[in-house]
């Protein structure tokens, strides 16, 4: 794990924990993916909600007591049977579950049973957790949405976090949602990438210029 901007901590299993508050956040789970293809006609496997979020619980163990999602619970909407999944699991390893804090896969709605929603984010100290798909607020903010990923070459990428001076931007915790490569992009000047690379979560510094630093280290 690695500790930035004072009350975060980043773990390679793709959650945030915000240690004042013992709250793990993470965002675009994207649950009901393998549904949401199959009923295009694609052949791609369901995964057990239990499944999807198992890497989460040896966190417990690390103090985190809260779960809170920054967006895209769903990938096609709110399912009640993939909610009380989630619930039921979180339940059972000793997770609270704070709520949603619906992002544009979500489509849910106040009526929705059994989930907190928070349309407008989520306070966790001074820091306001968001999704990403709107305008991003004044303050310390936490996002997804942007599914960002270290692509150093066609057979090297790896998932990431984006630290800015008032800003964290998390990976997305799906292991099927597309990566979105950072290096090199301006709007992330200024911010450091912080990559899972197995179990560990490593600095390589500034991402405009990560690739120029990392140049000659992987075959293309």
Known sequence: MTR??????LTPQRAALHEPTATLVIADVHLGYGRSRQSRGDAVPEVLVADVLAPLSPLVGRGA?????????????YAASLAD????????????????????????????????????GYLLGEWRVVHGDGATPAGPCVQGHEHPCLRVSGRVQAACYLVGADRLVLPAFSREAAGVGVAGDPRWRGFAVH??????????????DVLERLRGRFPT
């Not at 930035?4 to 901590?9: F, K, N, P, S, T």
């Open 4 to 9: 930035v901007l004072g009350d975060w901590l």
């Open 65 to 77: 007591r809260r779960l809170l999602v920054a967006g895209d619970l769903f990938e096609a909407g």
């Open 85 to 120: 999944q989630l619930t039921t699991w979180c339940q059972r390893i000793g997770l609270e579950v704070v709520g949603l804090v619906p992002g544009n896969h979500d489509r849910l709605t106040a009526e929705r049973p059994g989930l907190a929603l928070f349309p407008e």
């Open 195 to 208: 990559a899972i690379v197995g179990d560990e979560v490593l600095d390589f510094g500034e991402a405009f």
